[in-house]
């Protein structure tokens, strides 16, 4: 788990859902507000949701936020989130939107880790969605999840079953 010393609370909710925010976090990116509001979303059903920074991977920031990821094929890598004990990765596009774009953003984001949330403001269906993200893996990117980030929610559309 993520020590959270350097961590600093950003918002706390009455079911215990907290939102805490590492002060190397660039507030001043394009998907600061997304990735903030995907977060409060989290953390309104209850669960602890930290935005984490982008560090270089030999500082010793990079050992204390990001040491579960060391050893795994996701070691030097910097997700946007960690919900609980797992990280997330938001793919956000420059407009305009095509649905390519969207391939884009899960490839990206699977490199990133194993559970992408992605944002489909301008709504692609959720059948053309489904079916690039089977195809994905049957060529064998490892998705855990796929989350869809619409209209100021965030929603899941993929959970990797025991034994895919």
């Known amino acids: 788990m993520v020590k959270t010393e350097k961590f600093k609370l950003h918002k706390k909710y009455k079911n215990g859902g907290q939102v805490f ?3 190397l976090v660039d507030k001043k990116k394009s998907d600061y507000k997304a990735i903030l509001n995907i977060a409060n979303q989290f953390a309104k059903v209850g669960r602890t949701v930290k935005l984490t920074p982008v560090v270089h991977f030999k500082s010793e920031e990079y050992r204390q936020i990001y040491g579960a990821l060391t050893g795994t094929k996701y070691d030097w890598k910097c997700p946007d989130l960690q919900i609980d004990d797992l990280f997330y990765e938001y793919e956000g596009f420059m407009p305009p939107f095509k649905t390519t774009k969207l391939r884009r953003m899960l490839s990206h984001g699977a490199k990133q880790s194993a559970r992408v949330i992605v944002n489909n403001n301008k709504g ?3 059948t053309y969605l489904r079916r690039y993200i089977h195809t994905r893996l049957l060529q064998t990117a490892d998705l855990d999840e796929v989350w869809v980030y ?5 929603r899941r559309l993929f959970k990797k079953q025991q034994g895919d």
């Open 21 to 23: 925010i590492h002060p």
């Open 150 to 154: 619409e209209k100021g929610k965030v």
């Open 124 to 126: 692609a269906s959720d």
